[in-house]
Every structure is written in structure tokens, then in C-alpha cells.
């Protein structure tokens, strides 16, 4: 497995992390498009300076490496190949991003020993690298994941919550793995590690970036632990509500979002009203969010500081009094809530886009 150390060796690693947030690069963390061969060939020669970040995910992650007394651990796992190392490292150097784990997919030596399935299957890679990951870990540190809708994100970290937390036999495992076209050893490795971990009730949330504005019913098989989200200012609200962000750091989210990327209060309003209809965040926590924006005074005023623009804090300002007043919804425009119940992921890997069978 491909790993470095942390970017900033300065400062001491954390030995007991008390919750470990994995991220995804491609479409979740970075803006990319790979869709066509001449996109990816674009993407495979930027720089570090050319690449665009998500709006909102650079300073949402710069908040949970601050998050729970600093003992809070940011690890990357994506499908980029080992060799793009140097580029995407300089670019979160660039963002000012600290990370204790990085995992890039080994392309090279799958080519180069004939393994052309492994080149786009994701099931054999990501979830043994997350597996891996956990080892060493304690049974109580909890974890929050975060992908796209672009490959199979959701059913892996949902899958590898469910084996972390013991529902599913190894029988089950095995046939998921033969289902997903993964290679024998891979597999077998798969199995080993998940057989050496601890069961619990490690994986309390995923994100699902829905970079292509997949209909979010889509995951309703995965349940309410899985949350899709058009933006990071919807992550950093169920975060706050998950009691994992204070209100400043929601602020300083959506400060990035207008300043830096344009986003209107009326579009924040929008995605806020978007959690609420899909019953993702409750209205007291909305409340209690604009409250602690709008009635701060003194020393508790956390606006100034925050807005690099007079005009962002005047909107903000705006945004969190119509938070803290705003009434409940009608059942009529409320959805349906999630429902937890077992998930079938054999059906869910047949449903996947370009889903590659074993030969």
C-alpha cells in the first residue's frame, strides 16, 4: 500500500485519534473530469497550481484537522494513480491541507503484470485499503467518510461500515468480491484483514458529493447514515448537527463558498432548505445554528472576523437571522425519512454504471 507520512512532520502525529475523516480525491476533494480520454489526459499534466479544489472543501477540511482537541486524522484514498503522488501532494501543500494517510491505486504495476480489470474495478482496491487502514486502530474511534456518485463510493464505505460493525458474515464478503470482478488474491487479502479487525460501530456518517447531480433517491438503499450533499456548506451543517463542527466553523465554509466561489446567500438558503425537506438536519438545529451567527455580540460577534469582505458579513448576518426564525416546514413539503434497514449490496453492485464482471 502507498503511504506517506503526515505533510506537516513538525508537529507531533496524534496517537489516539478520536475520529479519522477519509476522503476520496477526484471529483470529491478536486474538481476533476475524467469522463473523456482527452479530459484525462488534461487532468494527468496540470500542475498543482492548475488544479481546482471544490468549493467549501479545502476549508471544511482545514476544520476537522482542527476538530475534537487536534486529535482528529485526515486520511486520503483515491483512485488516482501512485505516479500523480508528487502533483496532488504539492496541491494540498497549496491548500493548506494536513493529512496523516494518503493511498494511491498501484495502475502502473496492474498494467505492467497484465491485471487490466484492477485498472477500473474499485471494490478490491478501496476496500482493503480501508481495511488496512483500520488496523491499529481503537475499537472507539469513529470515522466519517466522504466520496462522489461518480464511481461506487457509496457502496464501499457503506460496506465497510457494515463489516466493521459485524453485519456481514464472511460467506456473504466472498460473494460480493466474486460479484465485483475482484482478482482471487485481492480478495483473500480482503477477507484476512477484515477478519483481524475489532467489531463496532465505527462509520457514524458518509458524504456523497453528488458532482453529477445524481437524484438523491438514488441512495436511499444505503439509509440514513449516508447523507447526499450538493455542497460542503451541507456537509458542515450535519456536521454541526453531529456535534462534529462548532458554528464558527460552519461560517468560516460558507464564508470560502461566497467569497472565493461566488455562491449567493440565496443558494446557501437553498441547500439549507434542500437538508431540511430531505429531513437531513432538523429545524432545531438550524435554529440554534442562526442563533449563535445572529445574536453574537463582543467578544461572541464571530462575523468580523470571519468575513474577509464587509459585504459577505452583512449577507451572512441576513442568513442567520432568517435561520434562527425560520418556522417549520409543512408535511406536504417534507420528504420521506430515511430508512435503516439491511442493505442488499449484491443488488446495489449490479446496479452500478460499467460494472466489470469476472472473467
Not at 484537522?65 to 486520511?75: K, L, V
Not at 467578544?299 to 417549520?328: Q, W
Request: net charge positive.
Amino acid at each position: 500500500m502507498d503511504k506517506s507520512a503526515k505533510s506537516s512532520p513538525s508537529q507531533p502525529e496524534p496517537s489516539i485519534p478520536n475520529v479519522i475523516y477519509r476522503w476520496d480525491l477526484d471529483k470529491t476533494y478536486l474538481r476533476t473530469d475524467f469522463d473523456t480520454f482527452m479530459s484525462l489526459l488534461k487532468t494527468a499534466f496540470e500542475d498543482a497550481g492548475d488544479k481546482r479544489t471544490v468549493p467549501g472543501a479545502a476549508t471544511l477540511l482545514r476544520e476537522l484537522r482542527q476538530s475534537g482537541g487536534g486529535r482528529a486524522r485526515i486520511c486520503f484514498i483515491s483512485g488516482s494513480p501512485r505516479q500523480m503522488r508528487k502533483v496532488l501532494t504539492e496541491k494540498l501543500r497549496l491548500d493548506g491541507i494536513e493529512f496523516d494517510e494518503f493511498v494511491l491505486k498501484p495502475n502502473l504495476r496492474n498494467m505492467l503484470t497484465g491485471r487490466f480489470r484492477a485498472l477500473r474495478e474499485q471494490v478490491g482496491y478501496k476496500l482493503p485499503a480501508l481495511l488496512a487502514g483500520r488496523a491499529g486502530v481503537t475499537a472507539e474511534t469513529r470515522e466519517v467518510c466522504f466520496g462522489d456518485d461518480a464511481e461506487s463510493d457509496a457502496l464501499i464505505y457503506s460496506l465497510y461500515g457494515d463489516l466493521l460493525a459485524g453485519r456481514i458474515e464472511r460467506s456473504l464478503l466472498e460473494q460480493i468480491l466474486r460479484s465485483a470482478g475482484t482478482y482471487e488474491d485481492d480478495a483473500a487479502r480482503t477477507v484476512s484483514i477484515f477478519e483481524s479487525l475489532p467489531h463496532s460501530e465505527a462509520v457514524e456518517r458518509i458524504f456523497i458529493h453528488l458532482d453529477r447531480k445524481s437524484p438523491p433517491g438514488k441512495f436511499d438503499r444505503y439509509g440514513g447514515r449516508l447523507v447526499p450533499i450538493y455542497n460542503y456548506f451541507q456537509a458542515a451543517l450535519v456536521l454541526f448537527q453531529d456535534g462534529r463542527l462548532e458554528a464558527a466553523a460552519v461560517v468560516r465554509v460558507a464564508v470560502e463558498m461566497v467569497d472565493r466561489h461566488a455562491y449567493s446567500v440565496e443558494a446557501l438558503r437553498n441547500s439549507l432548505q434542500d437538508l431540511l425537506r430531505r429531513r437531513r438536519v432538523s429545524l432545531e438545529t438550524v435554529n440554534s445554528l442562526g442563533r449563535t451567527i445572529a445574536d453574537g455580540a463582543g467578544e461572541r460577534d464571530m462575523l468580523p472576523a470571519l468575513g474577509s469582505l464587509p459585504g459577505t458579513r452583512d449577507l451572512l448576518r441576513s442568513l442567520a437571522r432568517g435561520l434562527r426564525d425560520l418556522g417549520p416546514m409543512s408535511e406536504q413539503e417534507l420528504g420521506p425519512r430515511p430508512i435503516d434497514t439491511p442493505i442488499d449490496y449484491l443488488a446495489a453492485l449490479a446496479d452500478l454504471p460499467r460494472r466489470h464482471k469476472q472473467k
